[in-house]
């Protein structure tokens, strides 16, 4: 049976509310599921420096690495967008989950009309990673 993370969706949605996007006004929310039931919010950031944009996923995965979580404390993550059309990740995000978040882990992608869930197995293909630099 599918579990329903609609409560994830909704946080993400609140974390969204959080974002700095003052050149884009592209909103973006995100929030990791963990094993022992916490949840841990990103919200994307910008600057006028373009690169040095940090997207909401990212904040959100780093953000829980940074109180010690590794990959096998993670069940699942919302990214949620206030675009008009169904966003996935970015390439620099797809690649960052890639390493950070398991390859089965629902991602559940979301801009309030419609809901995809997926996994980064799906969205990275032929992954680069820590196999290809040895």
């Not at 950070?100 to 969205?123: D, F, G, M, V």
């Amino acid at each position: 049976m599918k579990k329903d993370y609609q409560y994830l969706v909704d946080l993400a949605f609140e974390a969204m509310a959080n974002a700095y996007a003052p050149y884009s006004n592209y909103y973006v929310g995100a929030c990791i599921q963990l094993k022992d039931g916490k949840t841990i919010k990103g919200a994307n950031i910008e600057n006028a420096s373009y690169g040095a944009t940090s997207c909401a996923e990212r904040n959100a995965i780093f953000a829980t690495y940074s109180l010690g979580y590794r990959l096998e404390d993670i069940e699942a993550i919302a990214i949620v967008s206030s675009g008009k059309i169904l966003a996935g990740p970015c390439g620099i995000c797809r690649q960052v989950l890639s390493e950070l978040l398991p390859q089965e882990a629902p991602i559940i992608l979301s801009n309030r009309k419609e809901t995809l869930t997926t996994n980064i197995k799906n969205l990275l293909p032929m992954q680069f990673g820590k196999r290809d630099l040895v």
